[in-house]
């Protein structure tokens, strides 16, 4: 006969017998010993029956729950392959969003190596710091360039400012003057992947338990 449960509730009796399996393997004893002359086992200091009892059920109350552990990650597998959830991205099933969630934030058999709209952030990021880093460092350079290319045509008499040709230095200015090449418009593309990326994931943890609590499976 079949049990109906939530996938919330499966999810909560699943992680309980990941710690009760572990818990009842490590508390058991399958094997002791014992000499012709004695009645109880050395380890466990019982009775040779009794022992031999004991191991018995604890054995099969361990396989017992491995089983019932086994029904229910499959019961939520199926589930999670079959049951589709809506987000501003697309549709996916609640399968494909948790493997999603996981790659956006570096979890899972890759970690951050498959989160590629991550890097892709952080390298649009990093190069567009240090270009504009670049075009400052060279531009305040031709700016002190210039300066003395003034002085040099002025001299030190100011009077004369407005009588010598300063249109050499103005036309050095604009011909060596450092300009960004952005033709992504890098700044406005990261706000549009930072808002998409956050908005997703919180789609993602929203939609996946909204779907869980809502869910029924068979166990």
């Excluded at 060596?176 to 406005?188: A, F, G, H, I, S």
Aim: aromatic residues 6%.
């Amino acid at each position: 006969m079949s049990e109906k449960m939530l996938v919330t509730q499966a999810l909560d009796e699943r992680d309980l017998l990941v710690k009760k399996i572990a818990d009842k393997i490590e508390k058991a004893s399958f094997v002791d010993t014992i000499k012709p002359n004695e009645d109880k086992v050395y380890a466990k200091r019982m009775d040779k029956v009794q022992y031999e009892k004991e191991a018995e059920a604890a054995y099969q109350q361990i396989m017992d729950l491995i089983e019932r552990f086994q029904k229910i990650d499959g019961a939520i597998v199926d589930s999670n392959a079959r049951t589709t959830i809506t987000t501003s991205c697309g549709t996916f099933t609640v399968a494909g969003a948790i493997s999603l969630r996981s790659r956006l934030r570096g979890l899972g058999a890759y970690e951050g190596e498959a989160d590629f709209e991550g890097k892709l952030q952080e390298k649009l990021k990093i190069e567009y710091n240090e270009r504009v880093r670049f075009c400052d460092t060279k531009n305040s350079q031709l700016q002190l360039t210039a300066e003395n290319m003034r002085l040099s045509i002025l001299g030190k008499d100011a009077k004369l400012k407005d009588e010598k040709p300063l249109g050499v230095v103005d036309a050095y200015v604009k011909e060596n003057t450092t300009e960004l090449v952005d033709p992504l418009d890098v700044k406005k593309k990261l706000e549009v992947l930072e808002e998409k990326r956050s908005t997703l994931l919180t789609e993602l943890d929203t939609q996946i338990k909204v779907s869980n609590a809502t869910t029924f499976i068979d166990i």
